[in-house]
């Protein structure tokens, strides 16, 4: 029987293919990236066993120079926690990335964090992954389409290997990075998180003969009473408020590092040195609480800093650990606030890792220390040891909110702990916290970054997708000019002949030297009956702008002069006009961004009217 395969098909199954091909690659280097940075740890961690607590002040610091030359000079991109950045490239490039950013990313990061810099590994794999689609997507010639569903198959997998969590992992691609965008395929997405989390088991097998394991080895829940489920709505409240204060507080401290008045190159350099003191601050109290630090043959980091799982895992061992009791309620609380400060310093200074581990650090600590009031004040219904089932919520609960990811943190939350009794929990603390987040503020911890630099990819409008279209890119470069030596009735006439009421005035040596509209023509007339000139009208203090910037800009400063018009001049020469733009450009630019962010999969009908009507009454 002959049967004929439809070449829709045929492209699905390459797709899918390639996704695999992807997750393999993602899986590797989760592996890889976990022992280079282990490798640079190694190489870090004599220096404070050798002169004491000032070695982890001087280490970070380190870490520092080479990050900022890195980020500064090669890749801006790898600054920061890296997703993004993916989410830029997702909506506004169709998913188009340097080729130099995975590499760079994978340095940078492991520099940051074996130097004990305050991040996780999954966002540098994410953003490793994601330029891994990217680039084989750019060689083999794709489709947007199939370049935007690489970049999530990228994403995914790398988070899959990062936690063992393939559905997780394929879902934070898909929820977080994705949101409500279309322009991907579902189907390669889920078999590149498979296959790169078999692949990262099967090479830690090989090189260490140990298997990829759970990310926490947290206490079993069994719900006893009902009535628990009440306190997990309180703990999912308190963290969506707490989810509100990590996202301002985060970016808050960004701004600081940002405003300093030194050089880019060592803004990173003060970062790190922050990050040591406040992590030898937290020795300090690792001494009082008799926190004992890493666990098995990892090396010894100070709990607030580097991606410190084991912090999370003796939060779930409480009892043999730590002393109990209000020690036990002031460790979780101020090495949690500790934790906050370490991160946004190592990150808001221009270091590069992921955002994810440390959120759950934070949201762990708050809701264990949340977990052990509750079981002081209704001990008949919360058992003090499973109590701490109450920081596990607490991870889901801070980041499900920060991140606007309920379903990928309920989900992910389960398969990192293979405890599957916790979804009733889950669901009542998580959706609680993303509402409170939610209604207090409109932007994730990942779209904070791109609100901030005007692109909302999560809230239909894109209004901010103007920045994307540069001023030289919609300018007319032939206006129709008038010589200030023209009379009244000789511009009536180009009126007539153009239709149009705005006009650059040049001299006779090309130079730029005012702007006249038709308004400025009707005057009373001159007492000897002579008409006016061109020179005479005009306003020869005009708005000057450079081809390079962007539409967003210019239709503030229009607004800001109340001026309807620019001239657009050479920076080296800037009374060479090059262009000229009114504001009936906006429309042209808008045309143009909405255009690309259709291309790039954006569902473009859910941007507000209001926001459109405005955009077409400015002229």
Known sequence: MHMTVSEDTKRQIFLMSLGGVVGAVSGLTAVAFRFLIIGINLVFIPVPNAIGSLGWIIIPAIGGIF????????????????????????????GKMRLRVPFLKSVASAVTIGTGGSCG??????????????????????????????????????????FNAPLGGALFGIEIVAGGILGFSVLPVILSSVVSTAVADISLRLIVGKPLSLSFIAPSFVMQNPIELLFFLVLGLALGLISVLWIRGFYFIEDAFEKL????????????????????????????????????????????MGVEYAFIDRIFTYDNILSGGLTLLATLAIFSLLKFFTTSATLGSGGSGGIFAPTLFIGGGLGGALGYIFASVAPTIINPTGAMVFALVGMASLFGSSARAPITCIVIIM???????????????VSSAYLVSAVLEPESIYTMKLARRGVHVQRGTHIGALKSVKVGSVMTKDPTILHPTMTTSEVFEIINKTHHTKFPVVDDFGNVIGILIAEDLFHEPKEDGT??????????????????????????EMIKRDEGHAVIVNESEPNKMLGYITKADVLKAYEIAILNLQKAGADVEAIDPALIVDVENLD
């Open 67 to 94: 990050t900022g030359i890195i980020v500064v000079r090669y890749a801006p991109e790898a600054k920061g926690h890296g997703v993004p950045e993916v989410m830029e490239a997702y909506v506004l490039h169709g």
């Open 121 to 162: 590994r999954e966002g540098p794999i994410a953003q490793i992954g994601a330029g891994v689609g990217s680039g084989i997507a750019d060689k083999l010639g794709l489709s947007k389409e199939a370049t935007q569903t690489l970049v999530i198959c990228g994403v995914s997998s790398g988070i899959a290997a990062t």
């Open 261 to 304: 008045r030194t050089s880019k190159y060592f803004i990173p350099v003060l970062g790190g040195l922050f990050t040591g003191i406040v992590g030898v601050i937290g020795i300090y109290f690792e001494q009082i609480f008799h926190y004992t630090g890493a666990l098995g043959d990892q090396p010894y980091i100070p709990a607030v």
């Open 415 to 429: 398969e990192m702990t293979n405890d599957y009794f916790l979804i009733l929990p889950l669901m009542v603390a």
């Open 531 to 556: 008409e006016y000139q061109v020179r005479e009208l005009m306003n020869p203090k005009f708005l000057h702008l450079s081809p390079s910037c962007t539409m967003d800009s210019a239709l503030q």
